[in-house]
Nanobody, 122 residues
């Protein structure tokens, strides 16, 4: 069982930066692939990026070059550094975990946090 808690969301102007954190419980955190998703009102949950246990990353085209995912296995934490934010990045951001490979489908993730709101003003 893994419990995930996100933090760090807020209101930021376009062009600004935010760093989200996802704290995980459990002693086997390092064996999980971690991912960030986002969901805007009226839209489907969207893959943002993922990171393997060893630090390999994958990003959605819409955020590649602006967002960076990192993890600290010793602290059971994964981060999402977001730069050059745009109004279209506004959404609830959720972290998720699964044991297998990074996948862009939210249906394949076993554990989810409650989400943190990110709002980017123009």
């Amino acid at each position: 069982q893994v419990q995930l808690v996100e933090s760090g969301g807020g209101l930021v102007q376009a062009g600004g930066s935010l760093t989200l954190s996802c704290a995980a419980s459990g002693r086997t955190f390092s064996s999980y692939v971690m991912a960030w998703f986002r969901q805007a009102p009226g839209k489907e949950r969207e893959f943002v990026g993922g990171i393997t246990w060893s630090g390999g990353t994958t990003y959605a085209d819409s955020v590649r070059g602006r967002f960076t995912i990192a993890r600290e296995n010793a602290n059971n934490t994964v981060y999402l550094q977001m730069n050059s934010l745009k109004p279209e990045d506004t959404a609830v951001y959720l972290c998720a975990a699964r044991r297998a490979l990074i996948n862009t489908s939210p249906r394949l993730y076993d554990y989810w946090g409650q989400g943190t709101q990110v709002t980017v003003s123009s």
